[in-house]
């Protein structure tokens, strides 16, 4: 039981690295973007590139694949993204799902419909087993790998949004562009690295949900439905609201298919669908009391 509640945390864990960016977008940004899980796929195959074909590292995949995607994310946020801004959500819905079906057809153009493997390194290969009979805690090495990085992305993102003078620009430009321009504000550079970064995060998890998620062409669609859970159930204007969400998310979605393997999707979007009616706002949004 505690080794189903651990993976099931690990699991949210990654869900919270591949979802954040596209919270940050919606909630800060105000642009509903479908083809955030296209960045999680760009930074995946990115890693799969370097390891397989040019034989480096895994743990230094894992920043190339950030500054990867948040290169990539930057680019299209200056030539697509940027124009879209003040369309309709609608507008905006279709636009990014048109995208990742162009992904999904490039992915696998490119790189063939089979899943990918990634070798991790012998470190994070093993597994530590604590207690004994029922109570016993197996914990896999790179599952603690990926719950020590959320972690620590956790910490640097709410101290980067509610404590330094970015944060504070940022949060002026999407209150009112406008008046936050007039005061000397940068909007477009704000957006830009916003949005840029948003990108890299989804690249940096699909790097390390490789291995635990598989990773192949369709990988946007599957785990698309999982990052607007995320973002609905947590709530766009915090933090704390999308990590609860995820881990709520990872341990009902783990816990689910271990118990009840039939109905294991069932009792995730029923636990959804109970929050929102109990929270329409999500768990820690402006309109709501938490």
Known sequence: MLTILFD??????????LAVGLSVTMGLMNFINLAH???AMAGGYLTVLLMQRWG???????PIAF???????????????????????????????????MAVAAADWFMGSTQQIIQLPGFLRGRTEIGTGDWILGMGHYRLFIIAVCAALTVGLQYVLARTCFGSRLRAAVDDQRVAAGLGINVNAI????????????????????????????FPLKFMIYFLIVVAVGGT??????????????????????????LGAFIVYSLMIAILIWRPQGLFSRGSKA
């Not at 699991?11 to 919270?16: A, C, K, R």
């Not at 957006?191 to 598989?214: I, P, Q």
């Open 8 to 17: 099931g945390i690990a699991y949210g864990m990654l869900l919270f690295i």
């Open 37 to 39: 899980g296209a960045f």
């Open 56 to 62: 480096v590292p895994f743990l230094w995949c894992l």
């Open 67 to 101: 500054a990867g995607t948040a290169l990539l994310g930057a680019v299209l946020e200056r030539t697509l993204y940027r124009p879209m801004y003040r369309k309709p959500h609608l507008d905006q819905v279709l636009f990014s799902i048109g995208l990742t079906f």
């Open 191 to 218: 957006f830009l690295a916003t949005f840029a970064f948003g990108s890299g995060l989804a690249g940096l998890g699909g790097a390390l949900g490789a291995e635990v998620l598989g990773l192949d062409p369709t």
């Open 237 to 262: 204007s915090s933090i704390t609201g999308p990590l609860l969400a995820a881990l709520l998310l990872g341990v009902a979605d783990v816990a689910g298919k271990y118990y009840i393997p039939k």
